[in-house]
């Protein structure tokens, strides 16, 4: 079982930065991929990106390519979402998940945190 908790999210202007974290309980952090997604209200969840357990490999939605960053530190059992550039049609709550294969699908991930939300200003 993993625990999921995510934090950072904010209300910011059109341009500006935030930082997401997602916060994982459980031994087997390290063996997730780890991505994330966000909703924003009347639509549906999307992917935004994933990393792989080693932190080698990173795959995003080309709406963010460029302008988001994840990683992730297996010692400290967190994955981390660097948002530059934020633009208004970025606002939505921003969900981190945690599973064995990852992929850009929802369904392919297991465990899902709460959700953070943000919230970009014109």
């Known amino acids: 079982q993993v625990q999921l908790v995510e934090s950072g999210g904010g209300l910011v202007q059109a341009g500006g930065s935030l930082r997401l974290s997602c916060v994982a309980s459980?031994?087997?952090?390290?063996?997730?991929?780890m991505g994330w997604f966000r909703q924003a209200p009347g639509k549906e969840r999307e992917f935004v990106t994933r990393?792989?357990?080693?932190?080698?490999?990173?795959y995003y939605a080309d709406s963010v390519k460029g302008r988001f960053t994840i990683s992730r530190d297996n010692a400290k059992n967190t994955v981390y979402l660097q948002m530059n550039s934020l633009k208004p049609e970025d606002t939505a709550a921003y969900y981190c998940?945690?599973?064995?294969?990852?992929?850009?699908?929802?369904?392919?991930?297991?465990?899902w945190g709460q959700g953070t939300q943000v919230t970009v200003s014109s």
């Open positions: 459980g031994r087997t952090f390290s063996s997730y991929v």
């Open positions: 990393i792989s357990w080693s932190g080698s490999g990173t």
């Open positions: 998940a945690a599973g064995s294969s990852g992929g850009s699908i929802d369904r392919m991930y297991k465990y």
